[in-house]
């Protein structure tokens, strides 16, 4: 079945500092991949998507590239800030029988310092 | 407008007891989702409706487990016997025609502690 597989945590960066946070998958067909945020205290939001192979996903300042190649979609900020502080989560949807269940990987904390 | 709200947001109970989560979605989403989070986990999948019917409920870990939607908006997480494995946090998302390119929006969750 499918599956996520996410660096794990927790990552702790000083502020402007490169963020990478790895994530690779196993899928049938063409999945649909995501990439989830946490913030303290708060229920899970949507933080980009891409639906196909080559698509890149923005927003807030990070990106993460759909390569099918690798079955990765990496997600990259160039500049953290002490707000970005949360945990990520990558994730992977339908392309398996019309299932519109997501897969989730375990997540990554990211700890942002001033 | 009014995000999924789900409640209660904490609830303990004691190992063999019934309990029930509830899950207001979105109005007008015709897409409901439950998940499962245990702790240091990303959440897990359980049952998808779209409508009052659940399209997909092989996450289900057991048939202890049972969720409706009667009217299509509603919708509650039943849990039989309850034990203490069955701690973690509920999630329940909806989204507006279902599909996973249509973004799912999440609820603060219901957090179950079995004693």
């Known amino acids: 079945g499918n599956s996520v597989t996410q660096m794990e945590g927790p990552v702790t960066l000083s502020e402007e500092a490169f963020l990478t946070i790895n994530c690779t998958y196993t899928a049938t067909g063409y999945p649909s991949l995501f990439w989830y945020v946490q913030y303290p205290g708060e229920g899970l939001q949507l933080l980009l998507k891409a639906t196909k192979a080559d698509d890149k996903g923005s927003n807030k300042g990070f990106e993460a590239t759909y390569r099918k190649e690798t079955t990765s979609f990496h997600l990259e900020k160039g500049s953290v800030q002490v707000s970005d502080s949360a945990v990520y989560f990558c994730a992977l949807g339908g392309s398996q029988g019309g299932s519109e269940k997501l897969v989730f990987g375990k997540g990554t904390k990211l700890t942002v310092n001033p | 407008g009014a995000g999924v709200s789900q409640t209660p947001s904490n609830k303990v109970t004691e190992k063999g007891k019934y309990v029930e989560l509830r899950c207001d979605p979105i109005?007008?989403?015709?897409?409901l989702y439950w998940y499962r989070q245990s702790l240091g986990q990303g959440p897990e999948f359980l049952i998808y409706?779209?409508?009052?019917?659940?399209?997909?409920d092989s996450g289900l870990p057991n048939d202890r487990f049972f969720a409706v939607r009667p009217e299509g908006s509603v919708s509650t997480l039943k849990i039989q016997r309850t034990e203490r494995g069955d701690s973690a946090v509920y999630l329940c998302?909806?989204?507006?025609?279902?599909?996973?390119?249509?973004?799912?929006?999440f609820g603060p969750g219901t957090r179950l502690t079995v004693l």
């Open positions: 998302a909806s989204s507006s025609r279902g599909g996973t390119v249509s973004e799912q929006f």
């Open positions: 109005s007008g989403h015709t897409a």
């Open positions: 409706f779209q409508g009052t019917g659940a399209a997909d």
